[in-house]
Protein backbone atom coordinates (compact mmCIF):
# COMPACT_ATOMS: atom_id res chain seq x y z
CA UNK A 1 0.00 0.00 0.00
CA UNK A 2 0.52 3.67 -0.87
CA UNK A 3 2.10 5.63 2.77
CA UNK A 4 3.55 8.33 4.51
CA UNK A 5 7.18 6.94 6.34
CA UNK A 6 8.78 8.56 8.67
CA UNK A 7 12.24 8.06 8.78
CA UNK A 8 13.68 11.04 10.74
CA UNK A 9 13.13 14.43 12.11
CA UNK A 10 11.47 15.94 8.47
CA UNK A 11 12.13 13.01 6.68
CA UNK A 12 8.90 11.95 5.19
CA UNK A 13 8.97 9.82 2.17
CA UNK A 14 5.59 8.37 0.47
CA UNK A 15 6.53 5.33 -0.53
CA UNK A 16 5.13 1.37 -0.77
CA UNK A 17 4.86 -0.59 2.63
CA UNK A 18 3.21 -3.49 3.24
CA UNK A 19 -0.70 -3.90 3.55
CA UNK A 20 -1.38 -4.37 7.43
CA UNK A 21 -2.39 -7.87 8.41
CA UNK A 22 -5.99 -7.99 10.15
CA UNK A 23 -4.41 -8.64 14.00
CA UNK A 24 -6.52 -11.37 16.14
CA UNK A 25 -9.96 -9.91 17.37
CA UNK A 26 -9.67 -6.83 15.62
CA UNK A 27 -10.42 -5.06 12.14
CA UNK A 28 -8.49 -3.06 9.31
CA UNK A 29 -9.79 0.05 8.00
CA UNK A 30 -9.58 1.52 4.48
CA UNK A 31 -8.94 5.15 5.11
CA UNK A 32 -10.95 7.71 3.28
CA UNK A 33 -9.44 11.07 4.71
CA UNK A 34 -7.39 11.98 7.59
CA UNK A 35 -6.73 15.35 9.13
CA UNK A 36 -2.96 16.54 9.65
CA UNK A 37 -2.51 17.60 13.49
CA UNK A 38 -0.37 19.93 14.52
CA UNK A 39 0.92 17.42 16.90
CA UNK A 40 1.42 15.17 13.50
CA UNK A 41 3.97 18.29 12.55
CA UNK A 42 5.50 18.26 15.83
CA UNK A 43 6.32 14.47 15.23
CA UNK A 44 7.03 14.72 12.12
CA UNK A 45 9.95 17.13 12.10
CA UNK A 46 11.88 16.88 15.91
CA UNK A 47 13.15 12.92 16.89
CA UNK A 48 9.98 12.49 18.04
CA UNK A 49 10.57 8.25 18.65
CA UNK A 50 14.34 8.81 19.23
CA UNK A 51 15.64 7.25 16.53
CA UNK A 52 13.06 4.16 16.43
CA UNK A 53 11.95 4.37 12.70
CA UNK A 54 10.64 4.07 9.91
CA UNK A 55 7.26 4.71 11.65
CA UNK A 56 3.76 5.71 9.91
CA UNK A 57 2.25 8.89 12.06
CA UNK A 58 -1.62 9.90 11.66
CA UNK A 59 -4.44 9.95 14.32
CA UNK A 60 -7.68 11.75 12.56
CA UNK A 61 -9.24 8.89 10.46
CA UNK A 62 -12.25 8.42 8.56
CA UNK A 63 -12.81 5.79 6.54
CA UNK A 64 -14.43 1.97 5.32
CA UNK A 65 -13.81 -1.44 7.58
CA UNK A 66 -12.23 -3.63 5.02
CA UNK A 67 -11.42 -6.36 6.74
CA UNK A 68 -12.82 -8.19 10.25
CA UNK A 69 -11.00 -10.93 12.06
CA UNK A 70 -12.92 -13.88 12.73
CA UNK A 71 -15.15 -13.33 15.39
CA UNK A 72 -16.00 -9.59 15.25
CA UNK A 73 -19.27 -8.74 15.58
CA UNK A 74 -19.07 -5.18 16.18
CA UNK A 75 -17.83 -4.14 12.66
CA UNK A 76 -18.75 -5.21 8.91
CA UNK A 77 -16.76 -5.08 6.00
CA UNK A 78 -18.20 -1.75 4.47
CA UNK A 79 -18.97 0.56 7.37
CA UNK A 80 -18.01 3.87 7.21
CA UNK A 81 -16.34 5.00 10.65
CA UNK A 82 -14.91 7.91 12.47
CA UNK A 83 -12.40 6.91 15.04
CA UNK A 84 -11.31 8.32 18.01
CA UNK A 85 -7.57 7.54 18.25
CA UNK A 86 -7.69 6.85 22.39
CA UNK A 87 -10.01 4.43 23.44
CA UNK A 88 -10.61 4.98 27.20
CA UNK A 89 -11.15 1.88 29.31
CA UNK A 90 -14.28 3.30 30.53
CA UNK A 91 -13.59 0.87 34.36
CA UNK A 92 -10.71 2.79 35.65
CA UNK A 93 -10.89 5.29 38.92
CA UNK A 94 -10.80 8.58 36.47
CA UNK A 95 -13.12 7.32 33.49
CA UNK A 96 -15.70 6.27 36.05
CA UNK A 97 -15.56 9.82 37.71
CA UNK A 98 -16.51 11.50 34.14
CA UNK A 99 -12.46 12.13 33.38
CA UNK A 100 -11.91 9.15 31.20
CA UNK A 101 -9.47 11.96 29.35
CA UNK A 102 -7.08 10.94 32.52
CA UNK A 103 -7.38 7.39 31.57
CA UNK A 104 -3.90 5.31 32.16
CA UNK A 105 -4.75 2.46 30.31
CA UNK A 106 -5.03 3.59 27.05
CA UNK A 107 -3.51 1.55 24.39
CA UNK A 108 -1.26 4.24 22.89
CA UNK A 109 -1.97 4.88 19.29
CA UNK A 110 1.42 6.83 18.64
CA UNK A 111 2.82 3.07 19.50
CA UNK A 112 1.39 1.64 16.66
CA UNK A 113 1.25 2.37 12.83
CA UNK A 114 -1.23 5.32 12.19
CA UNK A 115 -3.25 6.71 9.31
CA UNK A 116 -1.06 8.12 7.45
CA UNK A 117 -1.81 5.11 4.98
CA UNK A 118 -3.95 3.69 2.84
CA UNK A 119 -4.82 1.11 5.81
CA UNK A 120 -4.55 0.72 9.24
CA UNK A 121 -5.20 -2.23 11.07
CA UNK A 122 -6.60 -2.00 14.98
CA UNK A 123 -6.29 -4.49 17.62
CA UNK A 124 -8.97 -6.79 19.65
CA UNK A 125 -8.73 -3.97 22.58
CA UNK A 126 -10.15 -1.17 19.68
CA UNK A 127 -12.97 -3.57 19.25
CA UNK A 128 -13.41 -4.18 23.01
CA UNK A 129 -13.42 -0.54 23.75
CA UNK A 130 -14.76 0.89 20.80
CA UNK A 131 -14.77 4.95 21.05
CA UNK A 132 -15.95 4.57 17.19
CA UNK A 133 -18.68 6.22 15.40
CA UNK A 134 -20.70 5.31 12.30
CA UNK A 135 -20.48 7.77 9.40
CA UNK A 136 -24.47 8.92 8.51
CA UNK A 137 -24.67 8.76 4.39
CA UNK A 138 -24.42 11.99 2.85
CA UNK A 139 -21.77 12.47 5.10
CA UNK A 140 -18.85 14.17 3.75
CA UNK A 141 -15.47 11.73 5.52
CA UNK A 142 -13.42 14.95 5.28
CA UNK A 143 -16.19 16.88 7.62
CA UNK A 144 -15.99 14.08 9.66
CA UNK A 145 -12.15 14.11 10.18
CA UNK A 146 -12.87 17.11 12.32
CA UNK A 147 -14.03 14.99 15.21
CA UNK A 148 -10.96 14.84 16.63
CA UNK A 149 -9.72 17.72 16.80
CA UNK A 150 -13.21 18.96 17.81
CA UNK A 151 -13.04 17.31 20.58
CA UNK A 152 -10.68 18.89 22.76
CA UNK A 153 -11.53 22.25 22.08
CA UNK A 154 -15.32 21.01 22.74
CA UNK A 155 -14.46 20.18 26.40
CA UNK A 156 -12.43 22.79 26.88
CA UNK A 157 -15.46 25.23 26.14
CA UNK A 158 -17.39 22.85 28.17
CA UNK A 159 -15.06 22.83 31.13
CA UNK A 160 -14.61 26.08 32.03
CA UNK A 161 -18.28 27.11 31.27
CA UNK A 162 -17.97 29.49 28.43
CA UNK A 163 -21.50 30.95 28.78
CA UNK A 164 -24.03 34.18 27.51
CA UNK A 165 -22.33 37.42 27.90
CA UNK A 166 -18.51 36.36 28.31
CA UNK A 167 -15.24 38.19 26.79
CA UNK A 168 -13.08 35.24 25.62
CA UNK A 169 -9.30 35.88 24.39
CA UNK A 170 -7.99 33.25 22.65
CA UNK A 171 -4.09 33.13 21.87
CA UNK A 172 -3.08 30.77 18.41
CA UNK A 173 -4.96 31.35 15.37
CA UNK A 174 -4.31 27.71 13.56
CA UNK A 175 -7.46 25.14 13.67
CA UNK A 176 -7.42 25.08 17.34
CA UNK A 177 -7.72 28.51 18.37
CA UNK A 178 -10.88 28.85 15.53
CA UNK A 179 -12.24 25.96 16.59
CA UNK A 180 -12.31 27.38 20.56
CA UNK A 181 -13.70 31.03 18.79
CA UNK A 182 -16.30 29.06 16.92
CA UNK A 183 -17.53 26.82 20.13
CA UNK A 184 -17.36 30.24 22.15
CA UNK A 185 -19.36 32.13 20.12
CA UNK A 186 -22.11 29.08 19.92
CA UNK A 187 -22.01 29.07 23.52
CA UNK A 188 -22.81 32.76 23.63
CA UNK A 189 -19.88 34.68 24.26
CA UNK A 190 -20.21 38.33 23.49
CA UNK A 191 -16.49 38.71 22.23
CA UNK A 192 -14.20 37.17 20.87
CA UNK A 193 -10.09 38.16 20.22
CA UNK A 194 -8.19 36.30 18.49
CA UNK A 195 -3.81 36.58 19.08
CA UNK A 196 -1.35 35.09 17.20
CA UNK A 197 2.01 36.48 16.11
CA UNK A 198 1.24 35.42 11.79
CA UNK A 199 -0.95 37.62 9.91
CA UNK A 200 -1.59 35.28 7.45
CA UNK A 201 -2.86 33.24 10.26
CA UNK A 202 -5.57 35.77 11.26
CA UNK A 203 -6.35 36.29 8.27
CA UNK A 204 -7.40 32.88 7.41
CA UNK A 205 -10.12 33.32 10.63
CA UNK A 206 -11.77 36.06 8.82
CA UNK A 207 -14.68 34.20 7.21
CA UNK A 208 -15.46 33.33 11.44
CA UNK A 209 -17.27 35.38 14.02
CA UNK A 210 -14.40 36.77 15.72
CA UNK A 211 -14.76 40.40 17.06
CA UNK A 212 -11.08 41.20 17.04
CA UNK A 213 -7.77 39.93 15.49
CA UNK A 214 -4.09 41.14 17.09
CA UNK A 215 -1.37 40.51 15.60
CA UNK A 216 1.15 40.19 18.38
CA UNK A 217 4.24 40.62 16.22
CA UNK A 218 2.73 44.34 15.66
CA UNK A 219 1.27 45.17 18.80
CA UNK A 220 1.89 44.84 22.50
CA UNK A 221 -1.25 41.84 23.22
CA UNK A 222 -1.55 42.34 26.41
CA UNK A 223 -2.15 46.44 26.34
CA UNK A 224 -3.90 46.00 23.04
CA UNK A 225 -6.88 43.26 24.96
CA UNK A 226 -7.02 45.48 27.74
CA UNK A 227 -7.49 48.29 25.85
CA UNK A 228 -10.29 46.38 23.77
CA UNK A 229 -12.22 45.58 27.12
CA UNK A 230 -11.45 49.07 28.56
CA UNK A 231 -8.89 48.07 30.63
CA UNK A 232 -10.65 45.22 32.75
CA UNK A 233 -9.08 41.97 30.64
CA UNK A 234 -11.33 39.28 29.89
CA UNK A 235 -13.69 36.76 31.58
CA UNK A 236 -11.69 33.76 29.52
CA UNK A 237 -8.51 33.62 27.93
CA UNK A 238 -7.19 30.26 26.24
CA UNK A 239 -3.28 29.83 25.00
CA UNK A 240 -3.73 27.41 22.48
CA UNK A 241 -0.20 27.38 21.19
CA UNK A 242 3.27 25.71 22.52
CA UNK A 243 4.32 28.98 24.07
CA UNK A 244 5.44 29.60 27.65
CA UNK A 245 5.27 33.19 26.60
CA UNK A 246 1.85 33.06 25.68
CA UNK A 247 0.60 31.28 29.08
CA UNK A 248 2.31 34.65 30.70
CA UNK A 249 0.55 36.53 28.43
CA UNK A 250 -2.62 34.91 29.40
CA UNK A 251 -2.52 35.66 32.93
CA UNK A 252 -2.19 39.10 31.87
CA UNK A 253 -4.82 39.45 30.06
CA UNK A 254 -6.96 38.09 32.16
CA UNK A 255 -9.84 40.17 34.32
CA UNK A 256 -10.21 39.67 38.15
CA UNK A 257 -11.13 36.26 39.26
CA UNK A 258 -11.19 35.03 35.50
CA UNK A 259 -10.18 31.75 34.01
CA UNK A 260 -6.70 31.27 32.53
CA UNK A 261 -6.44 27.97 30.49
CA UNK A 262 -2.80 26.48 29.38
CA UNK A 263 -4.37 24.54 26.11
CA UNK A 264 -1.21 24.34 23.90
CA UNK A 265 1.47 22.17 25.47
CA UNK A 266 4.79 23.62 25.13
CA UNK A 267 8.49 21.55 24.75
CA UNK A 268 9.29 18.87 27.23
CA UNK A 269 11.52 21.29 30.21
CA UNK A 270 10.02 24.67 29.24
CA UNK A 271 9.15 26.36 31.87
CA UNK A 272 6.77 29.20 32.50
CA UNK A 273 7.76 32.37 34.98
CA UNK A 274 3.99 33.08 37.13
CA UNK A 275 3.45 35.90 39.32
CA UNK A 276 2.00 34.21 41.89
CA UNK A 277 0.91 37.71 43.67
CA UNK A 278 -0.78 38.57 40.37
CA UNK A 279 -2.67 35.21 40.48
CA UNK A 280 -3.50 35.66 44.32
CA UNK A 281 -4.53 38.86 44.17
CA UNK A 282 -6.78 38.99 41.05
CA UNK A 283 -8.56 35.52 42.23
CA UNK A 284 -7.33 33.99 39.01
CA UNK A 285 -8.41 30.39 38.58
CA UNK A 286 -5.92 28.36 36.16
CA UNK A 287 -6.82 25.47 34.63
CA UNK A 288 -4.68 22.93 32.31
CA UNK A 289 -6.66 21.71 29.81
CA UNK A 290 -5.83 18.40 28.08
CA UNK A 291 -7.97 15.58 26.21
CA UNK A 292 -12.01 15.06 26.11
CA UNK A 293 -13.48 12.69 28.10
CA UNK A 294 -15.97 9.73 26.10
CA UNK A 295 -19.08 11.87 26.13
CA UNK A 296 -17.46 14.76 25.39
CA UNK A 297 -15.74 12.90 22.50
CA UNK A 298 -19.23 11.57 20.90
CA UNK A 299 -20.87 15.17 21.17
CA UNK A 300 -17.78 16.57 19.61
CA UNK A 301 -18.36 13.84 16.40
CA UNK A 302 -22.48 15.09 16.27
CA UNK A 303 -21.25 18.34 16.36
CA UNK A 304 -18.64 17.84 13.71
CA UNK A 305 -20.95 16.49 11.31
CA UNK A 306 -23.95 18.69 12.00
CA UNK A 307 -24.68 20.96 8.75
CA UNK A 308 -24.93 24.15 11.22
CA UNK A 309 -21.33 23.76 11.67
CA UNK A 310 -18.67 25.29 9.39
CA UNK A 311 -16.81 22.35 8.27
CA UNK A 312 -15.90 23.50 5.06
CA UNK A 313 -14.62 26.68 5.63
CA UNK A 314 -12.72 24.87 8.20
CA UNK A 315 -10.66 22.80 6.16
CA UNK A 316 -9.07 25.16 3.03
CA UNK A 317 -6.60 22.19 1.78
CA UNK A 318 -7.57 19.06 0.82
CA UNK A 319 -4.63 17.09 -0.52
CA UNK A 320 -3.86 13.41 -1.93
CA UNK A 321 -1.62 11.64 1.02
CA UNK A 322 1.62 12.22 -1.34
CA UNK A 323 1.38 15.62 -1.07
CA UNK A 324 2.32 15.52 2.56
CA UNK A 325 5.41 17.54 2.75
CA UNK A 326 3.44 20.18 1.28
CA UNK A 327 0.32 19.67 3.81
CA UNK A 328 3.24 20.24 6.16
CA UNK A 329 4.68 23.38 4.76
CA UNK A 330 1.60 25.47 4.02
CA UNK A 331 0.07 24.68 7.66
CA UNK A 332 3.21 25.65 9.45
CA UNK A 333 3.32 28.74 7.24
CA UNK A 334 0.01 29.40 8.07
CA UNK A 335 -1.55 29.65 4.26
CA UNK A 336 -3.56 26.39 5.36
CA UNK A 337 -5.79 26.88 8.11
CA UNK A 338 -6.71 22.92 8.09
CA UNK A 339 -5.50 20.32 5.54
CA UNK A 340 -6.74 16.56 5.38
CA UNK A 341 -5.41 14.14 3.27
CA UNK A 342 -6.87 11.41 1.20
CA UNK A 343 -4.91 8.28 1.07
CA UNK A 344 -6.98 6.53 -1.66
CA UNK A 345 -7.07 8.95 -3.44
CA UNK A 346 -7.02 8.65 -7.26
CA UNK A 347 -5.07 12.24 -7.78
CA UNK A 348 -1.94 11.66 -9.69
Same mark, same amino acid.
Given at each position: ?34 G???S $? ?20 V???? $? ?24 R ?8 ? @? ?13 G ?18 P ?17 S????? $? ?7 D ?24 TI??V $? ?14 DH ?10 ? @? ?14 S ?32 ? @???S ?72
Open positions: MDAAVMHGPGDVRFEKVPRPTCPEGGFVVKVEAILCG $DIRNLTTDSRKGAYPHIYGHEVGIV $DEVAPGVTQYSVGDRIYVYPVAHCLCEFCRGGHS @EQCPNVENYADRPGFAQYIAYTDKRVERGATFVPKGVDPVAASLAEPLSTYACV $DNIDVRLGTVAVLGAGPIGVFLSILCRMRGAKIL $DVNADRLAKSSGFAIRVDSSAVDAVE @EVRRLTDGLGVDKVIANPSTVAQQQGLAMAKKTGTVVFFGGVPKGALT @EIDNLVHYSGLWIYGHYGANSMQVQRAFELAIDPSFPASRIVTHVLPLREINRAIELTRTGEALKVVLLPNSEEE
